[in-house]
């Protein structure tokens, strides 16, 4: 039995960073209802998660052969992008949420930008990373327990969207 070949890892100057410590901000110009705001560089402090998946369907077949079983793409559940920060006095993703809630169709954002930047960035330099996310509205926002004077309040929230693209490091456009 042979053992599977793998090609030489590239030179280290070739091999990208990981992303430690990273800032999270996204933008948007929907106009949020309620205020006189945008979704203009929300910064978070931590990125719970980006979720794609497509469902596993189980496809039986009978033949001459026997019973076949095959796994096939299955139905696919929307994006959902998951941010965290501390809690601030800024409502607009209280009211993106209602909007939601009220089922605007100005809830949805065309396109909102996810930027992922390194540690100490003010948001001038050139992100390590972008998403788009393509049509996306506030689904869930969650503001944790805490008791008087100890800990910090977080803001959570949870957006879904009908497409996540995930733009070229080179400054090119989204690839599809």
Sequence with gaps: MSSPHFPPAPPPSEQHPIVSAPVFVISSNIQ?????QKLDSLR????AGINSEVGIEQYVSAGIGGVNHAKQFGLTKPPTVTLKRGLD????LWYWHQMAVAGRPDARAQFLSLDIFA???TGKEDPLMSYLL??????KISISSAKAGEGVVTEDVTIACDQILS??????????
Excluded: Y
Aim: charged fraction near 20%.
């Design 89 to 92: 006095n800024s409502q607009v």
């Design 32 to 36: 949020i209802l309620g205020t006189a």
């Design 167 to 176: 733009d070229d490091p080179k400054g090119g456009s989204p690839r599809r």
């Design 44 to 47: 978070f402090q931590e990125l």
């Design 134 to 139: 393509v049509n996306a509205w506030c689904a």
């Design 119 to 121: 540690a100490g960035a």
